[in-house]
């Protein structure tokens, strides 16, 4: 990895404005931050934690695919689901990827849009675990139709069997919410690392390497006109990406909240599951910025005024959370209908209450801490929240899905649900997918906005006297 510049001279110094609060931390110009960052890729000597982190992730992803052959072979049968759960891991996973992949198009459009500098340094990884979160989520609808060969029915195709979708199922909505967010996230990280391919274009050595950050970079070359067309459709990106940000999830929701099932006829979902998405999103970027800093020795460019705003966003979200946690259980009881307060109360003392309990520790609880300036600027600690709440996060779709399938109207159709080893293996797999993805990502190509990180620079720098 190339290696900092070394510190300028005190006259140097004396020169320079010292924002407030800064960004960015130590002395930086623009080479230093060019070298630090494209060294991370450029260099012919891989980590040996790089490899680790890889493998682990790739040994999961074969236990994937282990279980998906398995799956095509014999069937859904093989999953825990029943006649009462129809829905088990599948969906409980679907939407609690697509909840992780919200952060990053909240990080770089809607922060973009309210011209938020501390989103540089984190919003080009943000919007590749995005991509990344998504085709993990995409394939579990597959998955759970049972023919997944069969699964471009669901798109209107012209066709001479007359087989259309039913535009009136919410499950058709989720097709095309979901596929217009993953193409959108996808143009919006691929023309904000335009300007980067060039830079890494210009920076290898190898003819290999120069061709192929050359044919990304597509021809750049860092003029005026460049750059008035590259803003021009990244801001326009922005706007378009916003409103998927609220949305896809809103889509996602109505997978449940469309029904007349107790527990999921609520009109509060559209809200609480974006906010949820949001939480989980920014938990799960916590997750993963921290030890990657800490292994690339990021500290001065991802600071813990990134990791500080962060935890804020996610206590504000969480807080929204705990709201629809209470107005869910509040209008069960104010509407006075006995099957919605049979649910709620079969959630919090059936048998599923102790991963009813568990999810509003992990959600509510463990993250009122963040109220504390100390426990927002401790690393460490922070990490373990965030990692607390991915786990509540799962364990909350759980409830959802589970708890008001799996004692319906009829006492006689009452039956309990419980994953099988399959389906752990296709969970598991999955994280394993999104592992090796994201460390391909960071071994390939800058996991930080370059240019974004030297303009920020340029704006806090005073003209020299």
Known sequence: MATVEQPKSNAAKATEYEHPAPVLRGEHDYGSVTDKISGIVLTRHTPRSWFLAFGVGFLLLMMF???VTYLLFVGTGIWGINVPVAWGFAIINFVWWIGIGHAGTLISAILLLMRQEWRTSINRFAEAMTLFAVACAGLFPVLHMGRPWLAYWMLPYPNTMNLWPQFRSPLIWDVFAVSTYGTVSFMFWFVGLIPDFATMRDKAQHPALRMFYGLLAMGWRGSA???????????????????????????VSFDFAVSVIPGWHTTVFPPYFVAGAIYSGFAMVLTLVIPIRAIYGLEDIITVRHLRNMAKVMLATGLIVAYGYLMEIFMSWYGANSYEQFVTRNRMLGP?????WSLILCNILVPQLLWSRRVRDNVAVLFVIAVVVNIGMWLERYVIVVTSLHRDYLPSSWGMYGGTIWDYMTFAGTIGLFLSLLYLFIRVLPMISIFEVRHLISTHKKPAE
């Open 65 to 67: 695919l282990t279980a």
């Open 225 to 251: 006109v460049h750059w008035h067309r590259y803003e021009t459709a990244y801001l326009l990106l922005a706007g378009l990406a916003t409103p998927l940000v609220v949305s896809v999830h809103t889509v």
């Open 352 to 356: 599923y209450a102790p991963v009813f």
